[in-house]
C-alpha cells in the first residue's frame, strides 16, 4: 500500500479552518462548511487541474466559430 502524501488523513473540522480562527465565521454548523480553508493556508486556494486539449482536431476551424 501506498503512503499518502501531503495529506492527513485526519478531517477537517470547524477549529481548523481559517475564517473560526481569525474569528470571521458566522455559522454553526455541525461540520466543515463549504467555503472552509485550512488555517495554516491562509486563503490560498486548491491547486486545480489544467486543461488540455486531447486530440489535434479541437485547435481547428470547426471547433469554435468565429464571430461575426
Known sequence: MAARTGRSSKRPTCEDCFFQQNLLC??????PCPTFRAADRGLKPERQLTFAFRSPHAHSVYAFPQPR
Open 26 to 31: 458566522s455559522l454553526d454548523l455541525s461540520g
